[in-house]
């Protein structure tokens, strides 16, 4: 039997490495906004899995969140700073996952750049509240799944082959490596 890769005439695998792949990083992670932050990620052990809100993925690839110190996330972290995140940015295109390392800091430069006056909600004394910290992952490796050209001409490529009977779609996917 065939897998779907090799019904595909279009060549749909495509890894990056380098500035291309921090390039798809931050295209896609911040189409998704959020996504499953997953710590203790040791093989055969339960993994501990939270959605968190990307504040920013900067110009190295790096991303960074605000957690709280007392938090189940931070305490996980110091144990083991090697984390997984998952994003999905639409329902059939933009997804992305990511292994990396995951530092906390209290650099309240930073706090002061990510802020915004709805984080009030979990951190009551606003952006000097105490039990705030900044959590930055730098990735390591990651996979993407996403369009080519974009959702309306993927669509428009899934209609023409459901009518001619063959697998025509506009994805591409392929490892990343920083």
């Known amino acids: 039997m ?41 093989q055969g052990a339960e993994i501990k899995t939270r959605p968190m809100s990307v504040q920013e993925v900067d110009n190295d690839g790096n991303l960074w969140f605000l957690s709280a110190s007392d938090s189940h996330t931070n305490q996980e972290i110091n144990e083991d700073g090697s984390v997984q995140l998952f994003f999905q940015g639409s329902a059939h295109a ?38 705030i910290t900044i959590l930055r ?21 899934m209609v023409a082959g459901a009518m001619m009977g063959k697998t025509l779609d506009d994805s591409i996917e392929g490892s990343l490596k920083l």
Not at 96 to 105: D, E, F, P, W
Not at 137 to 157: L, R
């Open 2 to 42: 065939n897998s779907i890769n090799k019904n595909q005439p279009e060549d749909n695998h495509e890894s990056l490495s380098g500035a291309a792949a921090i390039k798809k990083i931050r295209e896609l992670a911040t189409k998704a906004d959020t996504c499953f932050f997953c710590t203790h990620i040791t």
């Open 94 to 131: 933009d997804f992305l996952t990511l292994y990396g390392k995951a530092v906390i800091s209290n650099d309240k430069k930073k706090i002061d750049e990510l802020w915004k006056p709805l984080f009030k909600t979990w951190f009551t004394e606003g952006k000097d509240d105490p039990r």
């Open 137 to 157: 992952v730098t990735p390591e490796s990651g996979y993407y799944w996403d369009n080519k050209h974009g959702n309306a001409i993927a669509f428009v490529k």
